[in-house]
């Protein structure tokens, strides 16, 4: 008799109580035991409407029944746990001894090299390595080249899968331009250790689709419309602050921050290499505005100095909240005003810069505030995320 494995999400919404906790819930079975255990969900629906605990359950469902169907488990560390190799998923039926079939010349060549690049670069960064080195090893393994020594995959093979990225999953330009950079890094790597004659990297198919999903800042009169909303969360409030007013990004760098990361006498912010997107440690000024609320609002230089600015149950503690929770808190806001989709939480750092530099602020001290390497990156940079006012035009073009 089959036995099931896993059952998958589903909401317990507490007969539609939403003074009770509500959160979604999955089983597996445990390999070591053999019965079915049951792990529950609770982050993020705390504060939330019942339409709001509705929409988020059904984000948490989607994401976890993903992570099942592709054969994540809760079982096992996240050194074991979410790949066999740094370019597979662990698979549930591995744990019950089921043989994975492999690559014997591709996999583990781009193991090593994930191996071998993993400690100089972010953990972000690494992420975006491994996953797109991932879809290519399955798209390879899909062509029957599998068991081929690597140094036959060839330039035709390298164009193919690019136009299955162009024409069948509708990348953007910007998403085959990195997709290009990586590939182009892995066989540069091949080649350094004589494994391959030449890159096969070469005369890629041109992309001129654009998918824009970045982040856009914020205007002005919608600025005043989230404010009114968000200063009712103080600590999803916090964050935007920290994003506005240091330039500090919401994921590792606010996320992870301690209070003994925050100097509340001098006004600063320190950035680990740890929690910073390149890698370089940074000391950000915190502007009087921001210091003035970390002190007599948030009142932070009470709590112990290994505590997380932003820990769990909305005051700091011992334990990080959850990596969405912020996000989660901020959409739900986004939608309740009726705001635009590119309005993102990271729309705040972006809409700090350009007000600074329409305060007049000197564009090096903002440079340096962004964590910019040099004056050309902030001007690229305000190209990108600022509109390209003119006065004369707006107000002394001629009339019809």
């Not at 149950?313 to 912020?326: C, D």
């Amino acid at each position: 008799m089959r036995q099931k494995l896993v059952i998958m999400p589903k909401l317990n919404h507490c007969s539609g109580d939403a003074s009770r906790q509500w959160f979604v819930y999955y089983s597996v079975r445990d390999p070591q035991t053999g019965k079915m255990s049951r792990f529950r969900i609770y982050d993020g629906f705390t504060g939330l409407s019942p339409a709001e605990k509705y929409e988020h359950a059904k984000r948490l469902i989607e994401l976890y029944a993903g992570r099942l169907r592709s054969g994540w488990t809760p079982f096992a560390d996240d050194s074991t746990a979410i790949y066999n190799d740094h370019i597979d998923y662990k698979t549930v039926s591995d744990m019950y001894g089921a043989k994975r079939q492999g690559n014997n010349k591709l996999r583990p060549k781009i193991s090593a090299f994930l191996e071998e690049l993993k400690p100089g670069v972010a953990p972000a960064t690494y992420q975006t390595y491994q996953s797109k080195l991932r879809i290519f090893t399955l798209w390879i393994e899909k062509q029957g080249l599998a068991g081929n020594d690597l140094a036959t995959i060839n330039n035709s093979n390298i164009t193919d899968f690019f136009r299955f990225l162009i024409n069948i999953r509708k990348l953007s330009s910007n998403s085959i331009v990195k997709y290009k950079r990586i590939l182009n890094a892995l066989f540069d790597y091949f080649h350094k250790h004589k494994f391959i004659l030449i890159n096969p990297v070469f005369d890629i198919p041109a992309c001129d689709r654009i998918n824009d999903q970045a982040p856009r800042p914020i205007m002005r009169e919608d600025i005043d419309k989230f404010k009114a909303e968000l200063v009712k969360d103080p600590e999803l409030w916090l964050a935007v602050q920290f994003e506005y007013y240091c330039a500090l990004r919401p994921g590792h760098e606010i996320r992870e921050m301690k209070i003994k990361d925050l100097d509340l006498i001098a006004g600063t912010v320190r950035v680990s290499r740890t929690r910073a997107k390149n890698r370089h440690e940074r000391i950000v000024t915190i502007p009087r505005q921001l210091i003035e609320q970390l002190r007599s609002f948030y009142k932070l230089q009470g709590y112990n100095k290994e505590y997380y600015v932003f820990g769990k149950g909305g005051r700091p503690g011992t334990k990080v909240i959850s990596k969405n929770k912020l996000r989660y808190k901020f959409n739900a806001v986004r939608k309740r005003l009726g705001m635009p989709l590119e309005y993102k939480l990271y729309s705040w750092k972006h809409t700090g810069a350009i007000e600074a530099d329409e305060a007049m602020i000197p564009t090096k001290d903002i440079s340096r505030h962004l964590g910019h390497t040099s004056l050309k990156s902030t001007d690229a940079y305000f190209r990108n995320k600022k509109p390209g006012i003119s006065g004369p035009i707006r107000d002394n073009f001629p009339s019809l």
